[in-house]
């Protein structure tokens, strides 16, 4: 038992976050903006350290099972990290293009930035890093669909047919990742692993690695996004309160939210790409990406149906215009089979330009 209080350290401290933070909370609201500000940041640094712990245990779980299933995991569990906490801060804000700049703000984050870092680290290392193009190709395509039906067409859809298209979209984004996951786990599994030569596992270890406990991982995990829920529940008050008259941009509270559930995925994607193992970089980042947009979308497509509260979904020009760039990019990085740090370098002045977009409130 101490060994396990031991191990999941952050996560109880995350817990006795949450714990103090309740009572707190009105003293947190009521004393001021910039001790509501500092105290979102402070939540904020739990729930990322809330959230690596849920990444540790999917991590464990995803090794159990193997690939493409293990990166699946990986990427679901970012993706409820940020589902959990988009519906908590939706339900406390009136912003109706906080999902929207979320889900912008992850791709542009899962793409440009961790595949472009992880490639352009690897690339400086190993030079040339190979992959299975096949999955490269299919996320990509999926990517651009997904994106496309729910965040491009919604532009031009009159405003009182936004119920009858919210409905189709939850249904096409059903049917896609019903799809995507049957070539994943299925006959199509191939398309999204890659068989190294054995001489780059020569420095693996040979010792079999621990027994998982399969029952304890999974309660951890459940058990660590019940903490952020919680935890989210108070930030996003107190983060809203900080930054109101500030100037932020609006699009900052997105790329945070968008940050906390990809931290975890940054550090195992650039772990793989310095062991020269590009096939996992690709499936977190576009898996995640891909998981993003076809499961966030319909569970807050739903939200806005229950509550009869539309979200702008329709991204603007200059956020279409990145997200078509960055599609382009990939399709012509991606579509070899290696990976080398000039297309690592691409991506990340992709993500440079998001950034400096995003700060002057573009």
């Known amino acids: 038992m101490l060994t396990l209080l031991k191990q999941e350290s952050f996560l109880l401290l995350a817990l006795i976050a949450a714990v103090v933070a309740y009572p707190m909370e009105h003293w947190m609201l009521s004393n001021?903006?910039?001790?509501?500000?500092?105290?979102?940041?402070?939540?904020?640094?739990?729930?990322?350290?809330?959230?690596?712990?849920?990444?540790?245990?999917?991590?464990?779980?995803?090794?159990?099972?193997g690939d493409p299933y293990g990166t699946m995991i990986l990427t679901l569990a970012a993706v409820l990290v940020e589902v959990v906490i988009l519906a908590i801060m939706m339900s406390n804000e009136a912003s109706k293009t906080l999902v929207r700049d979320t889900i912008y703000s992850a791709v542009m984050l899962d793409i440009?930035?961790?595949?472009?870092?992880?490639?352009?680290?690897?690339?400086?290392?190993?030079?040339?890093?190979?992959?299975?193009?096949?999955?490269?190709r299919s996320y990509s395509v999926m990517i651009l669909t997904a994106m496309g039906v729910s965040m491009v067409v919604p532009e031009f859809i009159p405003e009182a047919n936004w119920k009858m298209y919210s409905a189709?979209?939850?249904?096409?984004?059903?049917?896609?990742?019903?799809?995507?996951?049957?070539?994943?786990v299925g006959p199509h599994s191939y398309f999204f692993s890659y068989s190294y030569p054995e001489k780059r596992r020569k420095k693996e270890p040979a010792e079999e690695p621990p027994p998982i406990n399969l029952a304890l991982s999974i309660g951890t995990l459940v058990?660590?996004?019940?903490v952020i829920g919680a935890l989210a529940e108070v930030m996003?008050?107190?983060?809203?309160?900080?930054?109101?008259?500030?100037?932020?941009?609006?699009?900052?509270?997105?790329?945070?939210?968008?940050?906390?559930?990809?931290?975890?995925?940054?550090?195992?994607?650039?772990?793989?790409?310095?062991?020269?193992?590009m096939q996992s970089v690709v499936n977190i980042a576009m898996g995640a990406s891909l998981s993003t947009v076809i499961l966030t979308v319909p569970v807050m497509e739903a939200m806005a149906l229950y509550t009869g509260q539309p979200f702008q979904m329709a991204m603007t020009p200059v956020q279409t215009v990145m997200i078509f760039l960055t599609l382009i990019v990939s399709a012509i990085n991606l579509n070899d089979g290696e990976t080398n740090a000039i297309e690592g370098m691409t991506h990340f002045v992709l993500f440079a330009t998001f950034i400096m977009l995003s700060l002057l409130g573009l």
């Open 112 to 136: 440009n930035g961790i595949l472009g870092l992880a490639a352009l680290m690897g690339g400086i290392k190993h030079g040339e890093q190979s992959y299975n193009d096949d999955s490269a």
């Open 236 to 277: 996003s008050k107190t983060l809203d309160l900080g930054l109101e008259g500030t100037g932020a941009p609006p699009v900052i509270t997105a790329i945070l939210v968008a940050a906390i559930s990809a931290a975890p995925e940054i550090l195992t994607a650039l772990r793989a790409a310095l062991a020269n193992r």
């Open 168 to 184: 189709f979209t939850i249904g096409a984004m059903v049917v896609l990742y019903t799809l995507f996951l049957r070539m994943q």
């Open 223 to 226: 058990f660590g996004v019940v």
């Open 32 to 65: 001021g903006q910039p001790i509501a500000l500092v105290s979102g940041l402070v939540l904020i640094a739990f729930i990322v350290a809330a959230s690596m712990r849920v990444a540790h245990q999917a991590e464990l779980l995803a090794e159990k099972v």
